[in-house]
């Protein structure tokens, strides 16, 4: 249904991509009414944010559209979506496996999945327009935000005729990407690093190239790591099996599409001469940037509005659609009367320290250390040495295994005081507060990830059933909704080191032990931010 400008919404959003997309269907499903207002009727076809982790494609299971997403895929399902990275040129003969996310895939409910944005935005409109509780109007712009003590207002131009309309939410939030209007007009300030580098994006079609490349089945994102580039990425990714594909890498800053040979450019990463006919030229500038606060009064920002990135590891698109996750229950607490304007401050506290650990604990550093390693280590003058050293720097894809956004010293989980929430972290099946709950089997045979419910969730396992009633109890106290599982434990109580484990709406652990010792009540509060 198109936007009502005379109602007042609970939660406004500016910017229709994929996090705002997300963030509106996670509204929506909880019966929060949600306006969309984006830029764009028609999607871009530019193929960038591809790579979505296991935690991404839980999203869209609990979105309701997972299978719509895998039917999207624009690669058959029957190849795979590895990772190369290379030394020079793709062809030189030095090269691993790089981003093996199958390592990691115990430790959540669903597969991996790779595909064009374009294709995960369409998935994602389609769904929000099956929900009565959005309306979505295409064409708009944001110009102003104005707030009070009740609502905040959008001020929006039309595309087409200039014609100004202004939208009211109790809520707004702006997913405008990283050029954001919403964020400028609310005051929200950045942090900024520049890079001093200008890159170019190119989107190609290459049969030959794809010829050349049967010799790595299953491989569908290459990175080259020449030397002189000083760490910065030569960087390819298939869009479909056979003939497209699109490329980034530094270029000189004053080149222009007119003054540049990109076709010499991209053999030189190759390695060897190719048909190439290029579809797009853009280019963006390398820097990271965060705003310095997630929240001003009645408005919020989420994905690139909020911080933005090199697209070195597929990590913007996920940070994004783990923002929209974030927000949004928290968010319809409020609005539904369980959860405090504490809560929302939470937002902010959980969110950014995992973009900024993000930023330099992984996409920074691999600059740095690609960067290293190269004026370090050459095979023109000892290529033994340098074979050993490239055959042993990714063992163990400790850049995969290490990556576990976490919310551990979060004042609204029952975690380490003297911690912070971060990306840096391990995967372990045992529950812990502030990190994602392992899927693991129930005593009844079923996946613990089949009985979730929508809000909080609490598993009372073995002996630990006795205390559920307790919670339940205090649970109605606060007026929020606790769905309760009580089962003999199975699989999980062993795993999950727990026979109580209080699970978040996002999937996230809030506390586990195996008595709460008569503080089901705080604990619950605590998890709300309530007094």
Same mark, same amino acid.
Not at 335 to 364: C, K, M
Not at 423 to 441: I, V
């Given at each position: 249904?198109?936007?009502?400008?005379?109602?007042?919404?609970?939660?406004?959003?500016?910017?229709?991509?994929?996090?705002?997309?997300?963030?509106?269907?996670?509204?929506?499903?909880?019966?929060?009414?949600?306006?969309?207002?984006?830029?764009?009727?028609?999607?871009?076809?530019?193929?960038?944010?591809?790579?979505?982790?296991?935690?991404?494609?839980?999203?869209?299971?609990?979105?309701?559209?997972?299978?719509?997403?895998?039917?999207?895929?624009?690669?058959?399902?029957?190849?795979?979506?590895?990772?190369?990275?290379?030394?020079?040129?793709?062809?030189?003969?030095?090269?691993?496996?790089?981003?093996?996310?199958?390592?990691?895939?115990?430790?959540?409910?669903?597969?991996?999945?790779?595909?064009?944005?374009?294709?995960?935005?369409?998935?994602?409109?389609?769904?929000?327009?099956?929900?009565?509780?959005?309306?979505?109007?295409?064409?708009?712009?944001?110009?102003?935000?104005?707030?009070?003590?009740?609502?905040?207002?959008?001020?929006?131009?039309?595309?087409?005729?200039?014609?100004?309309?202004?939208?009211?939410?109790?809520?707004?939030?702006?997913?405008?990407?990283?050029?954001?209007?919403?964020?400028?007009?609310?005051?929200?300030?950045?942090?900024?690093?520049?890079?001093?580098?200008?890159?170019?994006?190119?989107?190609?079609?290459?049969?030959?190239?794809?010829?050349?490349?049967?010799?790595?089945?299953?491989?569908?994102?290459?990175?080259?790591?020449?030397?002189?580039?000083?760490?910065?990425?030569?960087?390819?990714?298939?869009?479909?099996?056979?003939?497209?594909?699109?490329?980034?890498?530094?270029?000189?800053?004053?080149?222009?599409?007119?003054?540049?040979?990109?076709?010499?450019?991209?053999?030189?990463?190759?390695?060897?001469?190719?048909?190439?006919?290029?579809?797009?030229?853009?280019?963006?500038?390398?820097?990271?940037?965060?705003?310095?606060?997630?929240?001003?009064?009645?408005?919020?920002?989420?994905?690139?509005?909020?911080?933005?990135?090199?697209?070195?590891?597929?990590?913007?698109?996920?940070?994004?659609? /783990?923002?929209?996750?974030?927000? @949004?229950?928290? !968010? #319809?607490?409020?609005?539904? =009367?369980? %959860? &405090?304007? $504490?809560?929302?401050?939470?937002?902010?506290?959980?969110?950014?320290?995992?973009?900024?650990?993000?930023?330099?604990?992984?996409?920074?550093?691999?600059?740095?250390?690609?960067?290293?390693?190269?004026?370090?280590?050459?095979?023109?003058?000892?290529?033994?040495?340098?074979?050993?050293?490239?055959?042993?720097?990714?063992?163990?894809?400790?850049?995969?295994?290490?990556?576990?956004?976490?919310?551990?010293?979060?004042?609204?989980?029952?975690?380490?005081?003297?911690?912070?929430?971060?990306?840096?972290?391990?995967? /372990?099946?045992?529950?812990?507060? @502030?990190?994602? !709950? #392992?899927?693991?089997?129930? =005593?009844? %045979? &079923?996946? $613990?990830?089949?009985?979730?419910?929508?809000?909080?969730?609490?598993?009372?396992?073995?002996?630990?059933?006795?205390?559920?009633?307790?919670?339940?109890?205090?649970?109605?106290?606060?007026?929020?909704?606790?769905?309760?599982?009580?089962?003999?434990?199975?699989?999980?109580?062993?795993?999950?080191?727990?026979?109580?484990?209080?699970?978040?709406?996002?999937?996230?652990?809030?506390?586990?032990?195996?008595?709460?010792?008569?503080?089901?009540?705080?604990?619950?509060?605590?998890?709300?931010?309530?007094?």
């Amino acid at each position: 249904m198109s936007i009502q400008f005379d109602k007042i919404y609970d939660v406004v959003i500016v910017g229709g991509g994929p996090v705002g997309m997300g963030l509106a269907i996670e509204l929506g499903q909880r019966g929060i009414s949600v306006a969309v207002a984006e830029k764009y009727p028609t999607l871009h076809h530019v193929p960038k944010g591809q790579n979505l982790t296991q935690r991404t494609v839980e999203h869209f299971h609990f979105w309701g559209c997972e299978a719509e997403l895998r039917s999207a895929r624009t690669v058959p399902t029957d190849y795979g979506i590895g990772g190369m990275t290379s030394y020079d040129t793709l062809l030189s003969g030095y090269h691993y496996d790089w981003l093996q996310r199958h390592l990691v895939r115990p430790y959540y409910y669903t597969d991996n999945e790779r595909l064009p944005q374009y294709a995960t935005e369409q998935v994602l409109r389609d769904r929000a327009t099956e929900i009565p509780t959005v309306d979505i109007d295409y064409g708009w712009s944001a110009e102003g935000v104005t707030q009070n003590s009740d609502t905040a207002t959008v001020s929006l131009r039309a595309r087409d005729g200039g014609e100004v309309r202004e939208l009211t939410g109790r809520y707004l939030v702006g997913a405008d990407g990283s050029h954001s209007t919403v964020r400028e007009v609310a005051g929200i300030t950045q942090t900024k690093v520049e890079h001093d580098k200008k890159m170019v994006l190119l989107v190609f079609r290459s049969t030959d190239l794809h010829e050349l490349l049967k010799r790595y089945p299953d491989k569908q994102f290459y990175c080259v790591l020449k030397p002189e580039m000083q760490g910065y990425w030569m960087f390819f990714g298939r869009v479909d099996l056979g003939t497209t594909w699109f490329f980034h890498a530094p270029v000189p800053a004053d080149t222009t599409k007119e003054n540049f040979d990109f076709k010499a450019y991209v053999e030189t990463a190759v390695g060897a001469e190719i048909d190439v006919e290029f579809d797009y030229v853009g280019f963006w500038d390398l820097r990271f940037a965060i705003a310095d606060n997630y929240r001003a009064g009645r408005v919020f920002v989420a994905g690139d509005a909020a911080h933005s990135h090199p697209p070195y590891g597929g990590y913007g698109i996920n940070t994004g659609f /783990e923002d929209a996750r974030n927000l @949004g229950w928290k !968010l #319809a607490a409020v609005l539904q =009367g369980w %959860g &405090s304007d $504490a809560l929302l401050d939470s937002y902010d506290v959980e969110r950014r320290p995992v973009f900024a650990s993000t930023a330099d604990n992984f996409i920074e550093r691999f600059i740095h250390e690609d960067r290293d390693f190269l004026n370090r280590h050459n095979p023109d003058t000892d290529e033994p040495a340098f074979r050993h050293a490239w055959d042993t720097r990714n063992e163990g894809s400790a850049e995969v295994m290490a990556f576990e956004p976490n919310y551990d010293g979060s004042p609204i989980v029952a975690g380490h005081v003297d911690a912070t929430p971060g990306a840096l972290g391990s995967h /372990e099946f045992r529950a812990r507060a @502030g990190h994602h !709950l #392992a899927p693991r089997t129930l =005593g009844d %045979g &079923s996946n $613990a990830y089949h009985r979730l419910g929508p809000d909080f969730t609490l598993f009372a396992l073995g002996h630990c059933a006795a205390e559920a009633a307790v919670f339940r109890a205090a649970a109605n106290r606060l007026g929020m909704t606790l769905h309760v599982v009580k089962d003999t434990g199975g699989e999980a109580r062993q795993d999950w080191q727990a026979g109580l484990v209080l699970v978040r709406p996002d999937q996230y652990v809030a506390w586990a032990g195996d008595s709460a010792n008569g503080n089901a009540q705080a604990i619950l509060s605590r998890a709300v931010a309530e007094d």
